[in-house]
């Protein structure tokens, strides 16, 4: 599933088609969408994340909702490339350059933009952690709240109502950088290890966002080998690296199953006890 950075990225494609660009034509294929068949324009001012939906707001004080679980899929092509796919036409907003795309997603809703805090993930959703307000005083702050102190991390850092838009990769990453393994709770760390929590959830989050997708942080990277070569075309420090070295101490990076999904844990740099 896409998490919060894949999601802002699709966003920031949408944004970058679609604002302030003239829509040529438009068809919607989702009974939650009939009432924009009726529109004689369309135009986008704004297309954000938040967690893993993606809000697009269009003229008559109106936003579409949508979130893609598993199988839902934005593309974005030229407007006369034929396209090829199985998938069933949600969305279609096309311009002079470019044809976009919602294919398969069944999650989307259209409602009013002042009421877009009460779809039904949104309002339970916790601060988007790609949002420039969510900063590591805020993350820590939420992470020794009573709902969350007393949970292991594992199932806190999937809980997109603690902070939205982490994913399964970000978890194992995450853990990874903070020194963390799955099975701690925020109520047993230190001041230390509390605040380097909260900021690696920031850091490592935020360098997926900008690196597409890898976690890898090349200015350590290059301060502890010298210089970036071997790591360019590698994604992760240890998540989908079971059985592999890890980079930092050379012990076997393992899979364990936590919250019912895979994490990856190097336990030499991820103090295992709990
Ligand atoms: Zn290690």
Redesign the pocket.
Known sequence: MPEGPETRRMADSISTALIDKKIISFSFFHEQLDPLKALSNISVFNALSKGKAIIIRINGGLSIITHNQLYGKWTFNRPDTQMKTNRQLRIELVTEKKAVRLWSATNIILCKTIDEHLHSYINRIGPDVLDDTTDQSVIRKRLIEKKFRNRILSSTLLDQSFIAGIGNYLRSEILFFSRLNHLKKPSKLDEAQLNNLAKEIKNVSLRAYLQKGKTMDYDSIRKLFGNTDNFKRLRHMVFGRAGQP??????T?IKQFSSSRRVYL?????EFSV
């Open positions: 890890c980079f930092i101490c050379g012990d990076v190097c336990t030499t740099c991820q």
